[in-house]
């Protein structure tokens, strides 16, 4: 790669400036797209308004005055003409231009036009006239040191020079589509001769983007299906069955599915790589324990990773009463065990002696060897990247994969950005479930929640209260833990108890608190998004969420199903001080899948793209939802693809296969 420090003017300083931007080398340069560009074009006097920008060059007329204001203070006049039209120019604090203000000289002006003073306030002044046809600029998001301009410049000389070119769409494709050379379609997208050029850059380079993301999925697939070291295992299905039995509810039709599909996969020689996928409360830990159980049976360790040690515990308990009966081994293993069990227990784990390791992940991931890890389950998988899986030291066998979410997305789409995964979905719950009555109210009619509030206390239920953040600080308008703790002390601290937990408490106290929620000993626990995943407290009837327009729809949604987890009826109050037409729908549906969708629809990817990581996915320009028709396209186009390689046909593509050869890096 080409150091940046070759560039003309990059010093170590300008160096680690770009560093900041995450510009590395030459090559990270051109992928830095501008994120909007400015068409520079001669401003029609007669059609401005006051007040409208303005784009104007002429000639100078006279010497410019500097007029002093205050200390600091200091503002140039002058005056232009623009094709006879006289304009006066107000430039505030550069005062150090004034040299170069000569009567005569070329400039352009670009600024706020004051149509009644017929005066400009400039905010940019060039010495030179416009270009006889609209110039587009590119504009780059910068950091503090950097300006547009030597971005710009840096940038140009790199694409007025020697780069790596090289396009990863085969040549039928790019005749298909008559796509522009993807040299010039980088030189277009950061110096643009024209709109339209623009735009078929633009074109090439995010199809090519979503093009490649594709197929490196489906290539993966492929790549996992076919792993030699994938475990193939005789499972007692008949002790699986009793075990089913003797669960304390039936499973749901969907939850049986999936168990089903899973036990196929692990029977199967190919390796599982499965996405359970089912809305809050659908009951995925179930399938994941029963799945842990066939592993169990077939003698292999299981690991369940969960993202916050509040679930590692819950999950822990689950597994200890669920598997009471049951020889199975079970260990926890998070920040908070100690240094000499924590020995312990990677001890055991390499001799095989535990058979199910619950954690979160990074301590699951260090380093660990395991005698025979054969299922690793990672628990509200859209936290974490998918590919962070195999650091795990394993007797040369490649451990099958689960991975649950809680983020329901819409099939079609599922598929394309889960091009590599198998899909079991979750989507009725279970019966005898209420659905969660969702309001929302405004932060004026607070008096009536505290009124819903009591109701329920007085019935012995418990509440979530929820804030954005933790404690004070000058966003005023945002409420806090510290904050709401006090008034709902105030509100009802005599007769009920009140505690809070969020991220800055250490783990035991975060722990000791859940539990005695757990325990029914605190009424209302107030918190920041912590107890967002997973957290399972059946008696808990109500959650109130302060700021609701401050969270995504699928985080709201997360909240909400914290509450009616049982057979109680519960409720879910929207708090902001405005109306949103969006926490409006949540009033109206308690479908994750409809939420998904309605997210997807009128936000962009928003949350939803979190459940991948785009450091991952390599898409810098393109945009899984704006383009999602191109993204159809291209996916078709993949498989076809994928069908030409497997023909044999790959002679051309040898510079796509050893890409593609790379991906498996990923994985
Ligand atoms: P999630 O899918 O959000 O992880 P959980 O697995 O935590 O949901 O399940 C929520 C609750 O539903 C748990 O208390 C669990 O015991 C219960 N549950 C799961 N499956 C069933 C079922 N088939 N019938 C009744 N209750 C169930
Ligand atoms: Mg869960």
């Keep these: 790669m080409l150091k940046l420090e070759n560039i003309e003017g990059v010093g170590p300083k300008t160096a680690s400036l770009l560093n900041k931007l995450n510009i590395y080398n030459q090559q990270d340069l051109l992928h830095y797209y501008p994120y909007r560009y400015d068409v520079l074009k001669r401003s029609n006097l007669s059609e401005l308004v006051d007040g409208d920008r303005i784009v104007i060059d002429g000639k100078l007329e006279g010497q410019p005055t500097i007029i002093y204001l205050g200390p600091k203070l200091k503002k140039l006049i002058f005056r232009i003409n623009s094709k006879k039209n006289i304009l006066n120019v107000t430039l505030y604090n550069r005062p150090y231009l004034y040299n170069e203000l000569k009567c005569g000289r070329d400039v352009t002006v670009i600024g706020k036009y004051d149509k009644i003073k017929n005066t400009i306030i400039a905010s940019e002044i060039r010495f030179e006239l416009l270009p006889p046809n609209p110039k587009i600029e590119p504009i780059y998001h910068l950091t503090a040191g950097l300006s547009n301009k030597q971005l710009s410049k840096f940038i140009n000389t790199v694409i007025y020079g020697e780069f790596d070119d090289t396009s990863y769409i085969p040549d039928y494709l790019n005749e298909k589509y008559n796509f522009m050379k993807k040299r010039q379609a980088i030189f277009q997208v950061h110096a643009p001769s024209d709109i339209l050029s623009l735009k078929k850059a633009r074109q090439v380079l995010k199809y090519e983007e979503l093009f490649v993301y594709l197929l490196r999925m489906s290539y993966l697939k492929r790549h996992i299906n076919q792993d030699i070291n994938a475990i193939k295992r005789d499972i007692d299905k008949i ?72 679930l590692a515990n819950q999950h822990y308990e689950e597994a200890q009463r669920l598997f009471a009966k049951e020889k199975i081994n079970i260990a926890l293993l998070t920040s908070s065990t100690k240094a000499k069990e924590k020995k312990e227990i990677y001890e055991k784990l390499e001799s095989g002696e535990i058979d199910l390791i619950i954690g979160t992940q990074s301590l699951i991931q260090e380093k660990i060897k ?271 693809f994928m069908d030409k390689l497997s023909n044999n046909d790959n002679s051309n593509y040898s510079h796509i296969l050893s890409m593609l050869n790379n991906t498996q890096n990923l994985d």
């Design 239 to 310: 002790k699986i069955e009793k075990f089913i039995k003797k669960l304390p509810f039936e499973l749901t039709p969907d939850q049986q599915v999936a168990v089903n599909e899973i036990i196929e996969d692990l029977t199967s020689n190919k390796r599982m790589n499965r996405l359970l996928q089912g809305d809050v409360g659908s009951g995925k830990t179930i399938v994941a324990f029963i799945a842990s159980y066939a592993n169990y049976l077939a003698k292999y360790q299981t690991a369940l990773m969960v993202p916050t040690e509040i």
């Design 370 to 640: 395991f005698n025979n890890l054969g299922l690793v389950i990672t628990d509200e998988q859209h936290r974490f990247g998918v590919n962070q899986r195999n650091n795990f030291k394993n007797k040369g066998i490649s451990p099958d994969m689960l991975s649950m979410s809680a983020t329901p997305i819409p099939r079609t789409y599922a598929l394309t950005i889960y091009g590599d995964l198998d899909i079991s979905s979750i989507k009725t719950k279970p019966i005898g479930r209420k659905e969660v009555i969702t309001y929302f109210k405004k932060e004026k009619d607070i008096m009536e929640v505290l009124e819903m509030m009591k109701q329920e206390l007085e019935q012995k239920h418990q509440i979530y209260v929820v804030a954005p953040m933790i404690e004070d600080n000058d966003d005023s308008d945002v409420e806090n833990v510290q904050a709401l703790e006090e008034k709902m002390t105030k509100a009802f601290g005599k007769v009920y108890k009140i505690a809070s937990v969020h991220g800055k408490l250490d783990t035991k106290e975060k722990n000791m608190t859940m539990k005695n929620f757990e325990a029914g000993k605190i009424d209302i626990l107030i918190s920041t998004t912590v107890i967002e995943v997973g957290v399972n407290v059946k008696n808990a009837s109500m959650i109130v969420i302060f700021n609701a327009n401050l969270f995504g729809l699928s985080t709201l949604h997360q909240l909400r199903g914290r509450v009616g987890r049982s057979d109680i009826q519960s409720y879910c109050i929207l708090i902001s001080k405005q109306v949103q037409e969006r926490l409006r729908f949540l009033e109206t549906t308690s479908d994750g899948f409809e939420i998904s969708e309605y997210d997807f629809e009128n936000r962009g990817e928003g949350d939803l793209f979190g459940i991948r990581q785009s450091g991952e996915t390599g898409l810098i320009m393109s945009n899984t939802r704006k383009d999602y028709k191109m993204m159809l396209k291209a996916k078709d186009d993949v498989e076809e």
